[in-house]
């Protein structure tokens, strides 16, 4: 009986010691993987997380004086007069800028391309150059190139003059038109953004209030109408004071719209459906539409290419009723000294920037 107990803890002490030894083994381990060879030991390293590129990090900036860049805020501050530079990285770039640089051709503005970035210089600029300053990566696949929307780089440059609060504009009696179904804006832009701007009616005289819901203003853009009505009619200008100093916007006459957006509603008129020979008649093809967009007239007939004909096109503005405006155009076909090639079918295609519209009539023998 003792001789069992003799051996049970005999083998007891033999688990116990190995149990220790694989534990000690193990801890060794561990630390064999903290040393580097020679001796030293190891700081853990964690890898380092990539930060997220795009619109947060601008490649947009501003040359200054001795080499030195700033890259630039959604809007900056700048002294006309001044030659202003800007970067913006990368092989292939694509610029935009205020619209009148490229209207009168401006020879102050000129764009360089090297091999790691795009350069824009404006010499002389003023304060007509304040407005919006993008530029953006160029992705191309072949032939075919697109924006690449994620490397898109703005800056509202103000060019701030104390003679000239508001953005010269070319236009000195400018019009805006006004829809029920989205906002209007009367552009008086201005070129310090801390100026106060104030909207006034020049008849009867009086001063439109902001107002939250609508009525605000933008500095980059003006004076917002978020539903206007035919209440806003008129002639109006805006008002801008900065250290005391008050001056005036051009005007802005505002028309309110009868007509809706989308293709053209066209009506054809002849002034006769039946002719002889030797007769002369017209066909009228008149579209109601919205003031500012253009109409493009084309006409299909049966004597084309081999009778001559005379197509006179034009276009008016005119109220309708309530102080609406609508733009009246139209274009007239005539036709002299008919012959037998001119009786048949006249089409007229009435096309603008929504779609277009075709409509025709008959001119028989009589």
């Given amino acids: 009986m003792k001789l069992w107990v003799v051996l049970c803890l005999s083998l007891l002490w033999v688990e116990l010691q190995y149990g220790i030894c694989q534990q000690l083994k193990r801890r060794k381990d561990v630390g064999e993987n903290r040393i580097r060879p020679g001796g030293k030991r190891m700081k853990m390293r964690h890898p380092k997380t990539k930060e997220a590129g795009g619109k947060g990090q601008s490649l947009l900036t501003q040359v200054l004086d001795k080499g030195r860049f700033l890259r630039l805020n959604p809007t900056t501050t700048l002294t006309p007069g001044k030659t202003m ?25 000129s764009i360089k391309q090297s091999d790691k970035y795009s350069q824009l210089i404006l010499t002389s600029p003023s304060a007509a150059d304040t407005g919006q300053y993008s530029c953006w990566v160029i992705l191309c696949d072949g032939t075919e190139c697109e924006k690449d929307h994620d490397r898109s780089y703005v800056s509202y440059i103000y060019f701030t003059d104390k003679d000239n609060l508001f953005v010269p504009s070319a236009i000195h009696f400018e019009i805006v038109y006004l829809r029920p179904d989205q906002p209007a804006v009367v552009p008086c832009r201005v070129t310090e953004p801390q100026a106060e701007a104030s909207l006034h009616r020049e008849v009867p005289p ?6 939250a819901t609508l009525v605000t203003y933008d500095p980059t853009k003006g004076f917002i109408l978020q539903s206007p009505g035919p209440e806003f009619q008129g002639v109006f200008y805006c008002k801008a004071v900065s250290r005391g100093t ?17 293709p053209p509603f066209v009506s054809l008129g002849a002034s006769t459906h039946s002719a002889r020979g030797g007769d002369n008649f017209n066909l009228s093809c008149t579209v109601l539409g919205e003031p500012e967009v253009d109409v493009i007239f084309t006409w299909t007939y049966p004597g084309q290419d081999q009778r001559p ?16 405006t609508t733009r009246v155009s139209q274009s007239v076909l005539t036709v002299e000294d008919v012959e037998t090639i001119d009786f048949g079918n006249y089409i007229c295609k009435a096309k603008n920037q929504h779609g277009e519209t075709l409509v025709s009539t008959n001119i028989i023998s009589n």
Wanted: glycine share 8%; proline share 5%; aromatic share 10%.
């Fill in 309 to 324: 004909v005379h197509i006179q096109t034009s276009w008016r503005l005119v109220n309708r009723g309530m102080g609406y």
């Fill in 246 to 262: 008050p001056q005036i916007s051009t005007k802005y006459q505002l028309l309110y719209v009868e007509v809706p957006s989308g």
């Fill in 85 to 109: 530079e800007l970067r913006c990285k990368g092989s292939n770039i694509g610029w935009s800028y205020p619209t009148n640089l490229d209207t009168f051709n401006d020879s102050r503005l």
């Fill in 206 to 211: 009086e001063e439109i209030a902001e107002n």
